[in-house]
C-alpha cells in the first residue's frame, strides 16, 4: 500500500539540521504514526513521503519555505517587562508556549532589558533547513472516526 492523502503512515525517523546536530528522534520510542495530507506534519514531508510503501528509505532535505519558514522580522516583539508572572523566568533562550487561535506557538526571549523584553515568535527552526532519515514503518487505511478526527488513535497517534 502506498502512502496518500487519507492513509495511515507510521515513520521511523532522525531529524538533523544542516549543521548534523540531532534535532529530534523517534528513536527508542512508538513510531510517528499521522494520517497522510491531513496536514499533521510539515509540507515538504509529506510530499517525500508521497507514493512511499512500508520498507522504504529516504533521506529528506526539506527548505525552510516547506518545513517551519522563513524568520519573520514581525514576529519579533518587546513585551513590557512587568507583564511576565515570574521575572527569574525570563532569560535569554527561555521558551514558553503561547496559544495562538487554534495552535500553540513556541516563542523564545532573545533579550531582556529592565522594562522591556523581546520575544521571538518564530518558530525555533525557522530559517532551517531539515534532514529528516526516514524508514517507513507502515501504510495502512485510516479508519472513519481517524478521518473524522484528523488525527491517528491508539499507540503511536502522539501529536508533534
Known amino acids: 500500500m502506498n502512502i496518500a492523502k487519507g ?8 531529524l538533523t539540521n544542516g549543521k548534523g546536530e540531532v534535532l529530534d528522534s523517534s528513536s527508542g520510542q512508538e513510531p510517528l ?14 510530499k517525500e513521503l508521497e ?8 533521506i529528506a532535505i526539506i527548505p525552510p519555505e516547506l518545513a517551519y519558514g522563513i524568520h519573520n522580522k514581525e514576529l519579533v516583539k518587546d513585551f513590557p517587562a512587568k507583564n511576565f508572572p515570574d ?12 496559544q ?8 523564545t526571549v532573545t533579550n531582556v532589558g529592565n522594562e522591556v523584553v523581546t520575544v521571538d515568535m518564530n518558530h525555533p527552526l525557522a530559517d532551517e533547513t531539515l534532514h529528516f532519515d526516514v ?14 478526527h484528523g488525527h491517528v488513535h491508539g499507540a503511536g497517534g502522539h501529536h508533534h
Open 7 to 14: 492513509k495511515v503512515a507510521s515513520i521511523d525517523y532522525t
Open 33 to 46: 504514526a499521522y494520517i497522510h495530507g491531513q496536514g499533521g506534519l510539515i509540507p515538504g514531508l509529506e
Open 51 to 58: 507514493g512511499k510503501v512500508k520498507g522504504d528509505k529516504l
Open 87 to 98: 521575572p527569574d523566568d525570563i532569560k535569554i533562550g527561555a521558551q514558553f508556549e503561547l
Open 100 to 107: 495562538q487561535d487554534d495552535h500553540i506557538q513556541i516563542a
Open 135 to 148: 524508514e517507513v514503518m507502515d501504510v495502512r487505511e485510516a479508519s472513519k472516526e481517524e478521518l473524522e
